[in-house]
């Protein structure tokens, strides 16, 4: 009798706690995501067109077919949760966008070089430029078929052009 007892008070307890009373309506804690944020990744990224992401020493951004070129190792490093700047580890360049949309190499870290990185339903990541919009859309980084960069206004998220797998650097 007295288990029963106490574990009626115990629910009663628990039933009246803030965070199980919460309604569909009422208002919603945010979350928070500390462990996400400062976290490093090396990657290479393969895109959708069969192309590694690659940025030269001279901060030309471009596609190769070439696994093991150094130049398309890539630091992927998240800025806050979703925002990631993208770097070349051995040249020492930015991922950059411009206001139209070029994708160039740049030394120092600016507003152009953060993008808001989305795991897709396939699998694939894309990488749409935080700072610049093309009539309202996101610009998205992306590599056509010859592994030339795509001006972002001409992208959109379901073109495979813009689809990137991070692969583990071995």
């Known amino acids: 009798m007295r288990s029963r007892l106490w574990l009626g008070l115990a629910w009663l307890l628990l039933a009246r706690a803030p ?14 995501y500390p462990h996400l944020e400062g976290d490093v990744r090396w990657r290479r990224l393969f895109s959708s067109t069969h192309f590694f992401l690659r940025v030269d020493p001279s901060g030309l951004v471009q596609g190769t077919r070439w696994c093991h070129s150094p130049d398309s190792i890539i630091e992927i490093r998240s800025i806050r949760v979703g925002v990631v700047a993208l770097k070349a580890v051995h040249t020492g360049f930015f ?13 120092v870290y600016t507003a152009h070089c953060r ?4 795991i897709e339903e396939n699998g694939y990541n894309t990488y749409a ?22 001006r972002g206004g ?10 990137f797998l991070p692969v583990m650097v071995s």
């Open 115 to 118: 993008f808001q990185e989305r």
């Open 129 to 150: 430029s935080l700072h610049w919009h093309h009539q309202g859309r996101p610009m998205f980084l992306a590599l056509d078929r010859r592994g030339a960069p795509r």
């Open 95 to 107: 991922v950059a966008m411009s206001r139209w949309g070029h994708l160039y190499g740049s030394r």
């Open 154 to 163: 001409r992208t959109r998220r379901h073109h495979l052009s813009t689809h």
């Open 19 to 32: 965070s199980a009373a919460r309604t569909p309506s009422g208002p919603r804690r945010p979350r928070s």
